[in-house]
C-alpha cells in the first residue's frame, strides 16, 4: 500500500508540474502574399509542394530571406547563394530542395511562412490562401526540461510543426 501511494504521489506531483507550467498559446494571423502574377515572380523558387498546396516565393525575397533563415553559418549560406545565383541565371524556377536537406527545408519553410513573404495556392481548387495561423508553443516544468516551437495552421488545420528548442 505504501508504494502505491508513493507511486499515486509521484505521479500526482508531475501532473500538477506539467499542467502548472504549461504556456497558454495564442494563434497569430499572417497575411500571405495574395498572388503569384507579380513581376517579382518573374522566377521563382518552389519551397514546398504536397497533394494539397504548393508554396513559392519570388527569387528577390528567397535571396533575400536566405541569410535571416539560414545565418548560422555564413560559409555555408555563401556557396548556397553562389549556386542558387548560377542557376537562376538559366533558369526561372528553382526548387529548395535542391539546396538544402529535408530537415533544413522544414525551417526554411517555417521562416517563409512566419515572414508571409510566400504564395500559397490551394491545388484542389486553384485559390491562394490569403492568410494562415501561427502559433507560438513552449514550456517548461523545471530549469533545463523543456520545449518550443511553431505551429502553422492553414484554414484552421496544422499544416506544420517545428521544434525550435530544446532544454
Request: proline residues 2%; hydrophobic residues 40%; aromatic residues 14%.
Amino acid at each position: 500500500m505504501k508504494i502505491f501511494r508513493n507511486s499515486f504521489f509521484i505521479l500526482f506531483s508531475f501532473v500538477i508540474l506539467m499542467t502548472a507550467c504549461e504556456k497558454e498559446t495564442q494563434r497569430e494571423q499572417i497575411d500571405m502574399m495574395a498572388k503569384d502574377s507579380y513581376v517579382i515572380f518573374d522566377k521563382s523558387v518552389l519551397i514546398f509542394e504536397d497533394p494539397e498546396y504548393l508554396i513559392s516565393t519570388p527569387l528577390g525575397y528567397f535571396i533575400d530571406e536566405l541569410g535571416n533563415s539560414y545565418a548560422y553559418d555564413y560559409a555555408d549560406y555563401l556557396s548556397i547563394l553562389d549556386e542558387v545565383l548560377l542557376d537562376a541565371d538559366t533558369r526561372d524556377s528553382l526548387n529548395a530542395a535542391d539546396y538544402f536537406s529535408e530537415k533544413k527545408m522544414t525551417y526554411i519553410l517555417a521562416h517563409f511562412l512566419e515572414s508571409g513573404k510566400c504564395h500559397i495556392l490551394e491545388k484542389q481548387h486553384g485559390k491562394t490562401v490569403e492568410t494562415i495561423e501561427m502559433e507560438i508553443w513552449g514550456g517548461s516544468s523545471a530549469p533545463l526540461s523543456g520545449a518550443g516551437g511553431r505551429r502553422f495552421y492553414i484554414e484552421g488545420e496544422l499544416f506544420l510543426e517545428t521544434l525550435d528548442w530544446i532544454s
